[in-house]
């Protein structure tokens, strides 16, 4: 497989003021930097259909400001970190067509939330944790920790 690795320490991060930043289908392979978070004014992240691989940074969740997270179309694995709950301005969350398994993390502070998409693996530990529009296609988890 071919693709793109970016040295993203230099990529653009002279744009401190940069708010929208779309790489989608770009070919980029690896790891999601944790890195990314030095564009701490980003409204919309776009990362969807490329190679990124191994599991969301935990410090993705630290970009209060982000409206719009699209992961999806990666191989991501790993489960979906708790911090997604720290997110309150969401309001699309896209992390389909992905590998990631486990639980779905508490997203109840996650009140501007209007569009989700899970991967079909994750399962749910209390409805009453997740926006009914994140939850509504996805299994309960059972006492092995997975909806299978």
Known sequence: MS??????????????????LSLTGDGFVGNIP?????????????????YFSDVIPTSIYD???LEHLYLNGNMLTGIIPWGVGQLRSLVTLDLSSNFMVGPLPDM?????LNACSIPSDICVVNYEDVPSICSSNLPLCTAVGNNK
């Open 3 to 20: 693709g793109i690795w970016v040295d993203w320490p230099n990529l653009l991060t002279q744009t401190t003021e940069l708010h929208v």
């Open 63 to 65: 970009m209060g400001q």
């Open 108 to 112: 109840r502070s996650m009140n501007q």
């Open 34 to 50: 944790n890195t990314i978070t030095l564009f701490k004014n980003l409204k919309y992240l776009d990362l969807s259909h490329n």
